[in-house]
């Protein structure tokens, strides 16, 4: 199902070692709308997932694709934030309209992990978060708890009497 406006996500990853990552997924659509808010979320991130569809070529190659996306997360994020792109869609293969030979060589050129995987099937999402997991430097890891935004949801609607 395509992600309609925003959609937030957690999840929790064993590293090799057995740390325990937790992360918070925002799922913007790439849509224009959330590229401000999304600066606000990636600028203390440690990892950011860049996903594009490898059936439809501007989601990587256009003004507001992948690559874009790269670019935006380089300048606005910590310096060493571990980044992956991700092609999704791997289970519609036959409709490809994105190169792997470009893809592979953006990545290699941008420093970045690259993968491919089916949100529909589940293919490869497992191996997507364990990489990124243990590739985040430890001192990168917050030690304090971290709210949720329903919690935070939740905490202004009862401070204040007003629900937006």
Not at 35 to 62: K, M, N, P, S, W
Not at 88 to 99: F, G, L, P, S, T
Request: glycine share 8%.
């Amino acid at each position: 199902m395509p992600t309609v406006g925003a959609a937030f996500f957690s999840k929790r990853v064993a590293t090799a070692d057995g740390a325990m990552r937790n992360f918070e997924l925002w799922d913007t659509a790439g849509q224009e709308r959330y590229r401000a808010l999304a600066a606000l979320y990636y600028r203390e991130a440690c990892a950011a997932l860049v996903v594009y569809d490898i059936t439809q070529r501007d989601t990587f190659y256009g003004s507001q694709g992948a690559m874009s996306w790269v670019a935006e997360v380089r300048q606005r994020a910590q310096e060493d934030i571990v980044i992956a792109l991700v092609g999704n869609k791997i289970d519609r293969e036959e409709a490809r309209e994105v190169q792997s030979g470009d893809v592979e060589a953006f990545a290699n050129r941008e420093g970045i992990l690259h993968f491919t995987a089916s949100a529909k099937t589940g293919q490869g999402i497992d191996e997507i978060f364990d990489a990124v997991a243990n590739m985040v430097p430890e001192r990168m890891v917050m030690t304090s708890e971290v709210i949720d935004a329903e919690s935070l949801r939740k905490a202004q609607k009862s401070s204040s009497g007003c629900g937006c």
